[in-house]
């Protein structure tokens, strides 16, 4: 059974820096993307950052220049380094990663449980 763990949520202060890590582990053949998506009070879930199996990353503009996303391919982790937080940061953050369980299954999405970030003085 696949699942994806996340870690490292928290409280920081305004200015502050957090890192999420997240680890696939089961069944998994391949991981063409793995993720983080953010969900704060009372809002809809949105991407924070993205990073295919290459490397390309793709960020939501609000966290541009302030929020790093990279992956360990051979341990099927991906991190999310976030620095100078601030308030509106405060979310539920899930790890997303898409999944190729089998050589000749068709990828599909799977999300862990969450983690929650605070940012508060």
């Known amino acids: 059974q696949v699942q994806l763990v996340e870690s490292g949520g928290g409280l920081v202060q305004p200015g502050g820096s957090l890192r999420l890590s997240c680890a696939a582990s089961g069944r998994i053949f391949s991981i063409p993307g793995m993720g983080w998506d953010g969900q704060a009070p009372g809002k809809q879930r949105e991407l924070v950052a993205a990073i295919t199996s290459g490397g390309s990353t793709n960020y939501a503009d609000s966290v541009k220049g302030r929020f790093t996303i990279s992956r360990a391919n051979a341990k099927n982790t991906v991190f999310l380094q976030m620095n100078s937080l601030k308030p509106e940061d405060t979310a539920v953050y899930y790890c997303?990663?898409?999944?190729?369980?089998?050589?000749?299954?068709?990828?599909?999405?799977?999300w862990g449980q969450g983690t929650q970030v605070t940012v508060s003085s």
């Open positions: 997303n990663g898409r999944l190729q369980i089998t050589p000749l299954s068709t990828a599909r999405d799977y």
